[in-house]
């Protein structure tokens, strides 16, 4: 019985460690929403291209791009998250995917220094890409 206690304890500990982790993760991604979106605005004429206050929001993404990463403890899926089990089942594509993000994101921040739209909207593109291709592999569609 003590026993069996502890055994339940232990899933409980361990499912609320995991909890932490993926809103952690996820209030970052949730900050991400914004932040593009108010680019994407930009980008699409929506919204008059300002150069600063692009430039802002380009700093500001690639810092997030360091972010959710560290969030991700193996055997994460569980409860209530959209992570695929690939995370740690394809840890090299996972890796790569990442390195992609940060690398798309460090670009745009560099090119969005010069405020040359046509430029900006090439990289802006490549990097919602990365977003993409990682949620196509990594990420739960509801
Ligand atoms: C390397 C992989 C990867 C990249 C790159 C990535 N995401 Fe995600 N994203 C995920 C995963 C995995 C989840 C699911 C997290 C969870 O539910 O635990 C997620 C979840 C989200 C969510 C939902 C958060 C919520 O409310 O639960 C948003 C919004 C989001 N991502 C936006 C973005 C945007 C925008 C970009 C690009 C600028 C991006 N992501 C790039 C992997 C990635």
Redesign the pocket.
């Known amino acids: 019985m003590k026993k069996l206690l502890y055994v339940m304890l232990a899933t409980l500990l361990a499912g609320s460690a995991f909890a932490d982790s993926?809103k952690e993760?996820?209030?970052i991604?949730?900050q991400?929403?914004p932040?593009?979106g108010n680019m994407g605005k930009m980008v699409k004429g929506e919204k008059p291209y300002n150069k600063d206050e692009f430039a802002k929001l380009a700093s500001e993404?690639e810092a997030?791009?360091q972010k959710?990463?560290q969030h991700?403890p193996a055997g994460?899926?569980k409860g209530?998250?959209?992570?695929?089990p690939e995370?740690w089942s394809k840890p090299t594509e996972?890796q790569q995917?990442?390195d992609?993000?940060k690398a798309a994101?460090a670009k745009l921040k560099q090119v969005s220094a010069n405020g040359d739209l046509a430029a900006i909207k090439v990289q802006f593109g490549a990097?919602?890409k990365?977003?993409?291709?990682?949620?196509d592999?990594?990420?739960?569609k509801d």
């Open positions: 993926i993760r996820q209030e991604f949730k991400y929403k932040v593009v993404l997030l791009s959710p990463w991700f994460s899926n209530k998250t959209e992570a695929k995370i996972w995917a990442i992609n993000h994101t990097t919602q990365t977003c993409k291709a990682c949620h592999s990594f990420r739960q």
